[in-house]
């Protein structure tokens, strides 16, 4: 009789547990719904991203709702607005509001759950999660569940470096991008005997990584950027220009307009040139396109640049040697108002400021936190958000003092060729001429180039003043659906200054304008 009694008991206690849980679940339902609902009726300008405590609670909410056992919740909210002028005053304008959802079940593990959604509905939001736990990679199976979180991992809350990347201009531009700034392009684009396009892309991002254990990892950032093409009507000169900006209020429209229709007139009747090696001025965004695929070779695990030699115990590196010029020194500082990014991985782990290259020598190389554990190293970012320290002359000083070279704009098309030297390829674009005896003697035709910049960054003359660099923004690519906005825009910055280096090796000539 006792052991009957016993046993109703431990059921009436287990029956109770199980409401208290639903309760505590539907309430934080109840809670998550409210702050989604209460989005749309938002006043116009109002932030419209995640707040802190709002993408703590979604997080709290959506790890319920998951019937695996997970350790931790990632979450990015991001929207953006794409203005296009085509052919001078052609507009369109398009929002995107995306919110992407990440499972990371184990630290170092290979399992995860990553899905990219726009519901803002709970009983939506646990449809998505079902179907993220049946498209796990690798698929989840009973055996994995004893390994699948860790007690010591994450080991101990973690202190992450404050910065302040939030500008409230760039928000408040976003909801009147159809006002005066297109204006402001358009403008200076009237009577022009030029076909003239522009791309303006403003950004407010949340990303949230919360461990159950209450670690929290935050970060909100805002971006802009401008770049217009001005193209000759028979398709035979172009010019280039662009600024990015995390704040809104230092861009120029007008400025970055008047500068790309003259690089375009300046750039007619290109005439051609012998391929080959030659003193070359690159402006800061071709310094730019080469400086943002450097920054994996970084990776202390990378067998490049920076490797003496691959043993089965890891690289010996070239770390205290000198690998640049003294004059260049790069780093990464996520407090950098300007250069900065998030303080830690997508998987929460801090990062903090490096030094790369100090004054030449090779100081650190990065590890992401899977390297690093394994290595007994600190993790740190591989080089994403870059700045290379300038120098005191300017274009036309360099220009002053070049008797014979080339001057390049941009670069386009550039791609890794070689790993292990850093060898590059790519184009020459939007504005490449001929130096004679200090100055703008003829454009030319553009240049295909095969050039690692850590010849380069030996081989330098000269240097500039550093300024961040515009990329464009890529349009989405069908083939790869709602997500390619996220992959293509914004890059990390890139705040380099112009560099005149000597023996730049074009390859060949090329038709593209």
């Known amino acids: 009789m006792t052991s009957v009694n016993q046993s109703r008991m431990d059921a009436t206690m287990r029956h109770t547990e199980r409401h208290a849980e639903r309760h505590a679940e539907r309430h934080a339902e109840r809670q998550a719904n409210a702050f989604l609902r209460a989005r749309s009726t938002e006043a116009p300008g109002a932030r419209r991203v995640f707040t802190r405590d709002e993408a703590i609670a979604l997080a709290d909410t959506v790890l319920k709702l998951s019937s695996q056992p997970l350790n931790a919740m990632h979450i990015e909210h991001r929207i953006l607005t794409i203005v296009r002028i085509t052919r001078n005053?052609?507009?369109?304008?398009?929002?995107?509001?995306?919110?992407?959802?990440?499972?990371?079940?184990?630290?170092?593990?290979?399992?995860?759950?990553?899905?990219?959604?726009?519901?803002?509905?709970?009983?939506?939001?646990?449809?998505?999660?079902?179907?993220?736990?049946?498209?796990?990679?690798?698929?989840?199976?009973?055996?994995?569940?004893e390994v699948l979180i860790d007690p010591t991992d994450p080991p101990k809350p973690r202190k992450y470096l404050p910065v302040s990347l939030w500008h409230e201009n760039t928000q408040r531009a976003m909801a009147v991008m159809n006002g005066d700034a297109i204006a402001r392009i358009m403008k200076p684009m009237q009577g022009q005997s030029l076909s003239c396009a522009a791309t303006v892309v403003l950004m407010t991002r949340a990303t949230l990584h919360r461990y159950v254990t209450g670690t929290t990892a935050w970060g909100e950032d805002t971006d802009s950027e401008i770049t217009v093409s001005a193209r000759a009507l028979d398709g035979k000169a172009s010019g280039w220009a662009g600024e990015a900006h995390r704040d809104w209020a230092l861009m120029h429209p007008e400025r970055i307009v008047t500068v790309a229709i003259d690089m375009a007139n300046r750039n007619r009747g290109a005439v051609r040139v012998e391929p080959g090696r030659y003193t070359t001025i690159l402006g800061p965004s071709a310094v730019g396109a080469l400086v943002a695929k450097m920054g994996e070779l970084f990776n202390g695990n990378a067998y490049g640049p920076f490797s003496l030699a691959e043993k089965t115990d890891g690289h010996v590196t070239k770390l205290g040697q000198r690998v640049f010029d003294p004059r260049i020194t790069m780093l990464t500082d996520p407090s950098d108002p300007e250069g900065g990014e998030f303080p830690f991985f997508e998987d929460g782990f801090p990062s903090g400021k490096a030094t790369w290259v100090e004054h030449g020598i090779l100081r650190q190389l990065g590890y992401y936190p899977s390297q690093a554990l394994a290595a007994g190293k600190v993790p740190l970012k591989p080089p994403q958000a870059i700045r290379i320290m300038g120098g005191s002359s300017s274009i036309p000083d360099m220009i002053a003092k070049c008797e014979r070279g080339i001057y390049v704009n941009r670069l386009s098309g550039v791609e890794m060729i070689d790993q292990r030297s850093g060898a590059m390829s790519g184009t020459t674009r939007d504005g490449c001429f001929l130096i004679k005896n200090g100055k703008i003697a003829t454009p030319v035709t553009n240049f295909r180039f095969y050039q690692s910049p850590f010849l380069s960054f030996n081989r330098l003359i000269d240097l500039g003043e550093s300024e961040r660099v515009a990329f464009g923004f890529s349009p989405p690519d069908p083939q790869y659906g709602p997500r390619d906005p996220w992959e293509h825009w914004p890059q990390a910055p890139i705040i380099v200054p112009p560099m005149m280096v000597e023996d730049f090796n074009f390859t060949a000539l090329t038709d593209a304008v």
């Open 89 to 145: 005053n052609t507009v369109a304008c398009v929002e995107s509001d995306q919110l992407r959802l990440g499972f990371p079940l184990r630290i170092g593990s290979d399992i995860a759950m990553n899905v990219d959604t726009n519901v803002r509905d709970i009983e939506a939001l646990r449809r998505v999660v079902r179907h993220a736990e049946m498209r796990a990679t690798p698929p989840l199976r009973p055996e994995d569940q």
